[in-house]
């Protein structure tokens, strides 16, 4: 895997990430149409893209393109650039698209920049990130070694003197632990979550499915969730919370080490094992995960 860009670099990806996220942000909420329109589907009928993750991803991929000519992109909606520098920017530019279709206001634009092929589960990590949550009206950044923090979105207040630490929660006890979680969009793989959590919800305090991993992941970065576990998500959906999480003092893995498609988990040191034993630790041998 590619090394960690220099302490002035990063500063500087950690900026820019801030600076994209809160755009594309206040674009997607902002200019929400009174009638959002389904652009297209993807892996199910119910797995809509809209005008608007088309428009945002257009936005982010310029800025990136006028910012960072050398890097690489990939993005929810397509966006595919080769880069020469070693760092690509994975973005989401609507995660929780369903909720923006509906108009629930649990929405993000996820940005981070990653070493390593984001393409390929366990090769790459983040090391700059930004998720920002406009109807909320902040933005949460982190860069590798740095810590995370957040910050209100509003232009007047766009200013580091008011940015607050983020930490994960100290819960240790899976059965007073709050998790969220999602599912995915294809009718089988939706049936497996299912069965799953038949298992799961005894043993927590109880689930969120908020309908957005990039502000789950930020939830447990700022220990307003204790724990996140979920299936089947892509690097886009990951790449900025992974890092929040672990820049809150959390750990984020998988089935392995890594998080991936097959399962992430995220939470405080105390709980990231109970949670992936508990998603993990199940009799069917054909089953690693979900
Ligand atoms: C989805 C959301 C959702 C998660 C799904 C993702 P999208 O992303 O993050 O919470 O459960 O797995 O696909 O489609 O809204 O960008």
Redesign the pocket.
Known sequence: MDHVPDPELLVELERLCTELAFRAGRFIHDERPGHVRVADT?SSET??VTIM?RRSEQLLHDLVRQARPEDGILG?EGAHVSGRSGLTWVI?????????LYDIPA??VSVAVVVGDPETPGAWRPVAAAVSDPCRGVVHHARRGGGAWTRPDRPDEHDTGRDRRLAVSAEARLGRALLA?????EAQVRARQAEVLREVLPRVRDIR????????LARVAEGTVDAYA?S???A??LAAGWLLVEEAGGRVVGVGEHPGPSLTVAAGPALVEPVRTLFTGRTDPDRDAW
């Open positions: 993807k797995d809509v993750d929810e989401d530019p609507i995660d929780g698209t369903v909720n923006y929405y993000a979680t999602g599912f995915g969009y499915r908020i309908g957005s991993a990039a502000l789950d979920e089947g998500i892509n886009w959906d």
